[in-house]
Nanobody, 115 residues
Framework: QVQLVESGGGLVQPGGSLRLSCAAS????????MGWYRQAPGKQRELVAS???????MYTDSVLGRFTISRDNAKNTVYLQMNSLKPEDTAVYYC?????????WGQGTQVTVSS
């Protein structure tokens, strides 16, 4: 089992930026695609970005052009750079595999976009 620890969230004004990090406990991370999910209050968890082992990325339409996912396999870490944040980006953000049999969820990191 892989343990995931997300960090980097916080309160930011609309138009601001945050960089989230997700550290994985095992080096198996480096041979698997990874994704960032978010869950807003009262809504289902959704996949917003993913990156494969070759570095190719995919984004949901609502974050395309504003969010950037990246990974550092040497550090077993995946990042989510979030720019031009909007109130509708407010959610708890999690990392995990983008499909298949998921690992246990970490605690997530809260992102709140508000003036």
């Amino acid at each position: 089992q892989v343990q995931l620890v997300e960090s980097g969230g916080g309160l930011v004004q609309p138009g601001g930026s945050l960089r989230l990090s997700c550290a994985a406990s095992r080096t198996i991370f480096s041979i698997l695609p990874m994704g960032w999910y978010r869950q807003a209050p009262g809504k289902q968890r959704e996949l917003v970005a993913s990156i494969n082992i070759g570095g190719s990325t995919m984004y949901t339409d609502s974050v395309l052009g504003r969010f950037t996912i990246s990974r550092d396999n040497a550090k077993n870490t995946v990042y989510l750079q979030m720019n031009s944040l909007k109130p509708e980006d407010t959610a708890v953000y999690y990392c995990n595999k983008p499909g298949g049999s998921l690992w246990s969820w970490g605690q997530g990191t809260q992102v709140t976009v508000s003036s």
